[in-house]
């Protein structure tokens, strides 16, 4: 499982530092409770974790995706709290805005889409992923068969 966690550089706006909670979320583990009415419809730009003084706007590019969840963190990023769904997409960007959400949140997303690798698809809904455009890793990454969309070896892959 990989995360971020949102800072602010001193000299301007808010920026996103990811961190690598741990290599993937458990597929027993409970869904987190979402809570659709505390996210807002956001803007699709710049790209990433935005902090604008108030709460963070949140987007994520994806032109086959069907679904994003913005997953969100305990201080220490091992422990999911909720799970709340990208409201809008705008010209192939997911996002939505936390008006509560603040410098120190850690946070990744899990995407879901086709599986189709022949056409280069290998959505997988199971995994927490990082946001591209995150500044920093917040904790460790161990390098593990887990951290691949696909069976290392599997002539699909």
């Not at 994003?68 to 709340?84: N, P």
């Not at 959505?123 to 887990?146: C, T």
Request: charged letters at 20%; hydrophobic letters at 30%.
């Amino acid at each position: 499982m990989a995360a971020q966690k949102i800072i602010r550089r001193q000299e301007g706006p808010m920026n996103t530092k990811s961190t690598s909670a741990s290599e993937e979320s458990s597929a027993t583990q409970d869904t987190p409770s979402s809570t659709p009415t505390r996210i807002r419809e956001g803007l699709p730009f710049p790209l990433g974790a935005s902090w604008d003084g108030l709460g963070v706007n949140f987007a994520l590019f994806s032109a086959n995706a069907t679904k994003v969840e913005l997953c969100l963190f305990d201080s220490t990023g091992e422990v999911e709290l909720e799970r709340i769904e990208l409201p809008e997409y705008t010209d192939e960007i997911y996002h939505g805005y936390l008006p509560d959400a603040h410098p120190g949140q850690i946070y990744g997303y899990r995407v879901y889409g086709p599986y189709d690798p022949k056409n280069g698809h290998r959505f997988n809904h199971n995994k927490l992923l990082i946001d591209p455009y995150a500044k920093q890793l917040v904790g460790e990454l161990k390098w593990s068969e887990a951290l691949f969309g696909y069976t290392i070896g599997h002539p699909d892959g």
